[in-house]
Every structure is written in C-alpha cells, then in structure tokens.
C-alpha cells in the first residue's frame, strides 16, 4: 500500500504566492507519474499538472505561466508552486501518483486533498 500525504493549503490573496507538497510513502518500487488535479464546487476533478520521473510535463492551459511542477525523485515528492493565484484557482486540490510496488504492478493512488481558497 501506498499513502500520499498533501500539505500547504490554505487561504491566500490573489497575485501571491502558494506551494503544495505531496509525499508518497510505503510499497514503493518507482513513481513514474506524479501529479496534482483540482475540484472546484459543482465541477469535475481537473488536471493540473502532471510530471513523469524522466522529466516531461503536461500543464493544464488555464495555469501555465503561473503554476509550476517539480519533484524530488530521492524523496518521492512532488511539489506545485502557485504563483499569481486568481479567485478562479479556489479548489480542492488532490495529489495523484502512478506508483510501481516490489510486485512490479502499477497502481494509482490519491492524496486526502487540500484546500486552496485565492481570495481577491
């Protein structure tokens, strides 16, 4: 079993800055995809950002030039540094992980999520 502890929610003002972490811990062969989506009241869970362990990314249109991914593979962590947050960005946000176990089965697991509230 896999667990993905998030941190660094909160409330913050529009044009400021936020960074998320998520954790990864237990029956951990390899990550290959690391990632945070979004659910905002009423809507569906949405991409965010997603980072491969060799490097790629893909970033959703509506953060791109404001949010940014990055891990450290030694830690299994996975960061997303929100800078000029917009009220629009207000969300839960959810870490997600595609994780390789010492069976050498991949498996998807989910953070709890963390609230992000952009006030303007």
């Known amino acids: 079993q896999v667990q993905l502890v998030e941190s660094g929610g909160g409330l913050v003002q529009a044009g400021g800055s936020l960074r998320l972490s998520c954790a990864a811990s237990?029956?951990?062969?390899?990550?290959?995809?690391m990632g945070w989506y979004r659910q905002a009241p009423g809507k569906q869970r949405e991409l965010v950002a997603t980072?491969?362990?060799?490097?790629?990314?893909n970033i959703a249109d509506s953060v791109k030039g404001r949010f940014t991914i990055s891990r450290d593979n030694a830690k299994n962590t996975v960061y997303l540094q929100m800078n000029s947050p917009k009220p629009e960005d207000t969300a839960v946000y959810y870490c997600n992980a595609y994780v390789v176990g010492a069976a050498g089965v991949q498996y998807s697991y989910w953070g709890q999520g963390t609230q992000v509230t952009v006030s303007s």
């Open positions: 237990g029956n951990i062969l390899r990550i290959n995809v």
């Open positions: 980072l491969t362990s060799d490097g790629s990314t």
